[in-house]
T-cell receptor, first 117, second 114 residues
Framework: AQKVTQAQTEISVVEKEDVTLDCVYETRDTTYYLFWYKQPPSGELVFLIRRNSFDEQNEISGRYSWNFQKSTSSFNFTITASQVVDSAVYFCALSFLMDTGRRALTFGSGTRLQVQP | NAGVTQTPKFRVLKTGQSMTLLCAQDMNHEYMYWYRQDPGMGLRLIHYSVGEGTTAKGEVPDGYNVSRLKKQNFLLGLESAAPSQTSVYFC?????????????FGPGTRLTVT
């Protein structure tokens, strides 16, 4: 079964704190892709990162970093020195192969991050 | 370059009414998707299309129909709306689903069925 679990429903931090959003996935595929999307209060979904299952290197982009560990089936997202503009719902998603041979995304339930000034 | 657009942004329907949601993309993407987002459940795939004239069922297709008559448009229809279809609907497109390019999302349509 394909499943993404984001156990943290809501996190509240004070500006400049570091925060890590957890993502644990289950898949039977040997090749798969993981994504993070951001949904700010305005409602649109913004793509943040894609990682394939062959590449376990951690990635850093400015204040954002991602830690992919196949051994624990986790793809965690860390925001360093959080800012009020980081307040949003963050979704982790898994791309898996459907019976049709096509790929689809399954999403976690999201983590709402509130950054207080 | 508008990306993915959705029409309308908001709609209120009465039970049993029908409506069509329109999604348009100007990125020449082959794949298009319709999702619904419910509180605490993330996004769930309703239907998708891998090209003009083709559609397929996703995770929660019941009560919905779709059509892809033109490559740039993907329509989602509700023939007889039910309160359980109250949700936020997102359309997305991607260059290719086979190699898992990222999906680009529209701004969403908030539908309320009373």
């Amino acid at each position: 079964a394909q499943k993404v679990t984001q156990a943290q429903t809501e996190i509240s931090v004070v500006e400049k704190e570091d925060v890590t959003l957890d993502c644990v996935y289950e898949t039977r595929d040997t090749t798969y892709y993981l994504f993070w999307y951001k949904q700010p209060p305005s409602g649109e979904l913004v793509f943040l990162i894609r990682r394939n299952s062959f590449d376990e290197q951690n990635e850093i982009s400015g204040r954002y970093s991602w830690n992919f560990q196949k051994s624990t089936s986790s793809f965690n997202f860390t925001i360093t020195a959080s800012q009020v503009v980081d307040s949003a719902v963050y979704f982790c998603a898994l791309s898996f192969l459907m019976d049709t041979g096509r790929r689809a995304l399954t999403f976690g339930s999201g983590t709402r991050l509130q950054v207080q000034p | 370059n508008a990306g993915v657009t959705q029409t309308p942004k908001f709609r209120v329907l009465k039970t049993g009414q029908s409506m069509t949601l329109l999604c348009a993309q100007d990125m020449n993407h082959e794949y298009m998707y319709w999702y619904r987002q419910d509180p605490g459940m993330g996004l769930r795939l309703i239907h998708y299309s891998v090209g003009e004239g083709t559609t397929a069922k996703g995770e929660v297709p019941d009560g919905y129909n779709v059509s892809r008559l033109k490559k740039q448009n993907f329509l989602l229809g509700l023939e007889s709306a039910a309160p359980s279809q109250t949700s936020v609907y997102f359309c997305a497109s991607s260059y290719s689903g086979g190699t898992s390019y990222e999906q680009y999302f529209g701004p969403g349509t908030r539908l309320t069925v009373t």
